[in-house]
Nanobody, 123 residues
Framework: QVQLVESGGGLVQAGGSLRLSCAVS????????AGWFRQVQGEEREFVAA????????HYADSVKGRFTISRDNAKNMVYLQMNSLKPEDTAVYYC????????????????WGQGTQVTVSS
């Protein structure tokens, strides 16, 4: 059974940086695409970034391209999201997810989610 635990969220001023981590348990991690999504209360979960099984391919939402970097370490079963030049509109709960098939930017195609970590960017 795959389980995910996110960490690294917090309060940061605009222009600052945070690094989110996602620890994944389970032997099937290397078979999955991993993604980061974010959600503001009352809104749909929004795609942020995704990375392929071997880490060779990455995808980003236009709103974070050039500022955020997704990476993974399959030896450690970890997924990361480095967030630079943060803006107040990046404020949300950030979720890590894994999928074994489906469309990488479609939240409903993800099979397992973590509990989320709050990121708050002050102006």
């Amino acid at each position: 059974q795959v389980q995910l635990v996110e960490s690294g969220g917090g309060l940061v001023q605009a222009g600052g940086s945070l690094r989110l981590s996602c620890a994944v348990s389970g032997r099937t991690f290397t078979l999955s695409t991993a993604g980061w999504f974010r959600q503001v209360q009352g809104e749909e979960r929004e795609f942020v970034a995704a990375i392929s099984r071997d880490g060779a391919n990455t995808h980003y939402a236009d709103s974070v391209k050039g500022r955020f970097t997704i990476s993974r370490d399959n030896a450690k079963n970890m997924v990361y999201l480095q967030m630079n030049s943060l803006k107040p509109e990046d404020t949300a709960v950030y979720y890590c997810g894994v999928q074994f098939s489906g469309i990488y930017y479609y939240a409903r195609s993800y099979d397992v989610w973590g509990q989320g970590t709050q990121v708050t960017v002050s102006s």
